[in-house]
């Protein structure tokens, strides 16, 4: 296959996807906010709560509907972009995918429209249930797509069928409880109410800034670092949980996160570092200019044992057999045994040479679980971009602090004093919604630059799933999308911004 | 008994049924992209086209929606068509997801201050999602009959045997029938929409004028197509899986699967007495009847591919490589799983109706869309 289309190939899809990924955050977490404003209303039928929610509600509104235009493009570009990989997962992939369908998008769009218009055509009651039911059925489309994004890092729960050429599912359950899903899942989700959380700070912080709808802006700001603090504890915990199943499932990622060429026991984190450009897996050069080290951290991070060993880079790469770690030239030996192995089962049955098939088909399965490696030229090609991991890595979790720290101090002075008087922090509220969105692309970054090569861990790289195509068709349809998209967000980026400074007393 | 206890090929035509019913339910609710081409014709002044858009806008996420659960069941159920198709024919398919992504910005920003790209553009986008998007969406279906050029290899990875990568679908003449049939088609439904839903004579009057000349059109197109279909040499598989040309394939399943072929005609006579009705009585809720008439059809045309040894996705380039319900569809597994999920869709479906009816039985007029407390489109 050629080498551009490759790389097109993946430049389109983590294109559509980090723009779809600018607005999921924010409907997965003002749906939940908004949810809880009208409650107070209807609890207390406060016309002021009604204000908020309207209010709030309209910006969902605006956000929503480009999360929705970005968002049907991923769910076929898995076809028209990675058709080879559609064929080859797609008896376990389809399956979240049509679940999501019918249990999650559904109860999405159907209820938004009461959600929308349904203030004077339903009950107060109805209404305020579709409310709830357009942020719980966003939740649940995350929830899928998520299970199916899992299940490529840490396959499980299927078996490699070799008559029809594809893995084909043998346990669904195993696929939607399999603990990286899960971590991800939480992780993820947590990360979007935390984006909201800042949204909606920010928002009431720069018009406490401005000296206007005060008392509008003191509520907002109590409810979303309420909700912002809450969440990123959640987010904490869900993040260390999905270290534990990178380090566990997917040791090369971690190590490149960390920037770990040799490994070590009581490994550390370093908290902040700049990598030594010059430094390759196959030299000596000290892989940082500046670091500073949390002793013990990333063996407890990652297995939560300040003794357990860390592999590195080259462990993974070159083997170390003292700990039992075989190297990456033994796997993509295992793995071209078993794409051979592969072929020659193909032409046995064709042949109708059925003991031959079976002897070809033994060797297939002893060296299954090293498949995609056999489609690898070197060893060094499963170590993933290592500066890129590092720093997107690096980013969010210095983020994600900072967020945390925010919210416990604006719902500290929201409560004690009169926040109105924190000027520098108002800022600072203001300027962590764009570094909301930094974090949380920097996450993704790390999920998916991270596990490089692969398209599915260990089973099939990238350069093998790409459908093929000429790179041209590729490469324009990479511009179109850019164009279209972009000029979308300007409008909506454009239409957010007016629609905050007209404000909650100016419309609806 | 469950699932797990039902052949493959039984689990295989439950699956077919579903993804019929659900692309009958998707050109049903076409009726969003018809109105959306109607919205100059229907309307005389500003007031009344947001009427119109404030109609339509409350359902439009349902058709989106309808579109998504047709890619998530074809990708589940018949992974190899999923792969085949929108691998292969990549500029069809991508160009009707553009149709369809400019279509869900437009509703929500089309009267929104400081919209960057101005009102006049939102609706246009409409336009050419109502239009464009959905003939090529019939142009898309029609290749289940013309066929398309494509072979896969022994890794069942698709190689599309023609650079246009799918768009050498417009230059058979015979498939532009189906994508002007469903143009037009959506165009009547649309205008029966807007009379159940908006109460307001003047564009009332006016939709029952444009469904008498969209009629005229769609029966013209869609009775060629039917022509063209039950006359010409059809795709079929025989018990050994081998694929073959055979004469009057669509036609002989029609005479050889009777309920099909009455489900058709049952489907067809719905929709034109709900054009006669809405018509000659002027009756308001002609769509239900048209409605169920539409999915009666479409569903009819999908079983009649996908039934009775019959090859749903043909390759006229490599034969063998041809897609049948048999050798495209997941594993007995997954289709079992599948199927326990798909138990939710009544439930779904009467959540759908109930919120439909909730917000439907009070119809739109004049002053809700003047009211300033009102939030439209």
């Known amino acids: 296959m050629e080498e551009h289309l490759v790389d097109w190939s993946r430049a389109q899809f983590a294109l559509t996807a980090m723009y779809h990924w600018i607005f999921v955050p924010l409907t997965l977490g003002l749906g939940f906010i908004v949810a809880i404003m009208e409650s107070i209303y209807v ?130 359950w195993e696929v939607l409880f399999s603990p990286v899903a899960v971590a991800k899942f939480l992780h993820t989700i947590g990360s979007g109410y935390v984006m909201a959380s800042l949204f909606v700070v920010g928002i009431s912080a720069w018009y406490l800034l401005k000296g206007r709808d005060v008392v509008f802006a003191k509520k907002s700001m109590v409810v979303g670092a309420t909700f912002g603090l809450i969440t990123s504890l959640f987010l904490v915990l869900s993040g260390d949980e999905s270290a534990h199943q990178v380090a566990l499932k997917q040791p090369v990622k971690l190590a490149a996160m960390e ?77 071209k045994l078993a794409v051979q192995a592969l072929e020659d089962y193909k032409e046995a049955k064709k042949a109708n040479d059925m003991v031959r098939a079976n002897e070809a088909r033994l060797i297939l399965e002893e060296n299954m ?122 409008a909506e980026i454009k239409i957010m911004t007016k629609q905050i400074k007209i404000g909650p007393e100016g419309g609806h | ?76 159920a018949f992974p190899l068509f999923y792969s085949t198709s929108f691998g292969g024919a990549y500029w069809v398919w991508l160009s009707i997801l553009f149709c369809f992504i400019i279509q869900a910005v437009s509703y929500e920003y089309r009267t929104k201050p400081d919209n960057f790209l101005g009102q006049k553009t939102y609706e246009i986008f409409l336009k050419i999602n109502g239009f464009v998007g959905v003939f090529l969406l019939g142009v898309a279906i029609s290749t289940f009959f013309s066929g398309a050029e494509f072979h896969l290899d022994s890794n069942f990875f698709v190689n599309w045997d023609n ?97 099909v072929l009455g489900m058709f005609i049952v489907g067809v006579l719905m929709v034109i007495g709900a054009v006669y009705t809405a018509i000659v009585f002027k009756k308001t809720c002609c769509i239900k009847t048209g409605g169920v008439g539409i999915v009666f059809t479409v569903m009819a045309i999908f079983l009649n591919i996908g039934f009775n040894g019959t090859v749903y996705y043909p390759s006229v380039t490599d034969l063998q490589s041809s897609l049948t319900i048999m050798n495209s569809s997941g594993s007995h597994y997954t289709l079992m799983t599948m199927s326990y999920a798909s138990l939710m869709i009544p439930f779904v479906l009467g959540y759908i109706a109930l919120a439909w009816y909730s917000m439907d039985k009070v119809k739109i007029t004049k002053e809700e869309i003047e009211s300033p407390d009102a939030h439209n489109y």
């Not at chain 1, 993933?384 to 002075?413: D, S």
């Open chain 1, 43 to 172: 609890k207390t039928g406060s016309q002021e709560w009604k204000k908020m929610t309207k209010f709030w509600m309209t910006l969902f509104a605006i956000n929503f509907a480009i999360g929705v235009a970005t968002g049907i493009i991923m769910e076929f570009e898995f076809g028209t972009n990675w058709a080879n990989y559609s064929w080859f997962v797609g008896d376990i992939f389809g399956a979240p995918l049509a679940v999501e369908g019918i249990l999650a998008f559904f109860m999405e769009s159907t209820f938004f429209a009461v959600m929308f218009f349904g203030w004077d055509k339903v009950g107060k009651k109805f209404h305020l249930v579709s409310t709830w039911l357009v942020a719980i059925g966003s939740n649940l489309s995350a929830l899928w797509i998520l299970v199916a994004n899992g299940w490529m890092q840490y396959p499980v729960g299927m078996e490699f069928n070799p008559d029809t050429v594809r893995n084909e599912m043998i346990n669904f």
């Open chain 1, 259 to 335: 920037g770990l060429y040799e490994g070590k026991t009581e490994a550390g984190i370093v908290g902040i570092g700049i990598l030594n450009p010059d430094k390759t897996i196959d030299n000596d050069e000290h892989p940082f200019l500046f670091e500073v080290e949390a002793p013990y951290a990333l063996s407890l991070l990652g297995y939560h044992d300040i003794h357990a060993f860390v592999p590195g880079l080259k462990d993974l790469v070159y083997g170390n057999e003292q700990r039992g770690i075989i190297s990456a030239q033994e796997k993509i030996d295992k793995g």
């Open chain 1, 369 to 490: 679980r090293y498949f995609g490696y056999g489609h690898l030229k070197s060893p060094e090609q499963i170590v993933p971009p290592v500066a890129t991991t590092f720093y997107a890595f690096h980013i969010m979790v210095t983020l994600g602090g900072w967020f945390t720290f925010l919210f416990a101090i604006l719902l500290y002075l929201s409560m004690k004093k009169d926040i109105s008087d924190y000027r520098l922090l108002l800022t600072a509220a203001v300027w962590s919604i764009p570094l909301g969105y930094i974090a949380g692309e920097a996450g993704w970054v790390v999920a998916e630059v991270g596990r490089q090569p692969w398209a599915i861990q260990d089973l099939m790289p990238v350069g093998i799933a790409a459908t093929k195509i000429s790179s041209t068709n590729v490469m324009i349809s990479f511009f179109m999308f850019a164009t279209l998209f972009t000029l979308l967000l300007i």
């Open chain 2, 1 to 76: 008994m469950g699932f797990g206890d039902l052949e493959l090929l039984t689990l295989q035509q439950y699956w077919w049924i579903i993804i019929s019913l659900l692309g009958g339910l998707f050109v049903f609710i076409m009726f969003v992209q018809g109105g959306q081409t109607l919205i100059d014709t229907l309307s005389s002044n500003e007031t009344e086209k947001t009427m119109l858009i404030n109609s339509i806008g409350r359902k439009w996420e349902l058709g989106f929606t309808t579109l998504v659960l047709f890619g998530g069941a074809l990708f589940a």
């Open chain 2, 163 to 259: 650079d246009l990568r799918g768009l050498e679908a417009l230059l058979n003449p015979f498939n532009y029938l189906l994508g002007f049939s469903l143009v037009f088609l959506a165009r009547i439904s649309g205008a029966l929409y807007f009379i159940s839903s908006i109460d307001y004579e003047p564009i009332r009057d006016k939709a029952v004028e444009s469904i008498k000349q969209n009629m005229v059109l769609f029966l013209l197109f869609f009775l060629s197509f039917m022509a063209w279909i039950l006359t010409k040499d059809g795709f079929a598989v025989d018990i050994n899986g081998v694929v073959v040309i055979q004469e009057y394939k669509y036609f002989t399943n029609f005479i050889e699967m009777p309920i």
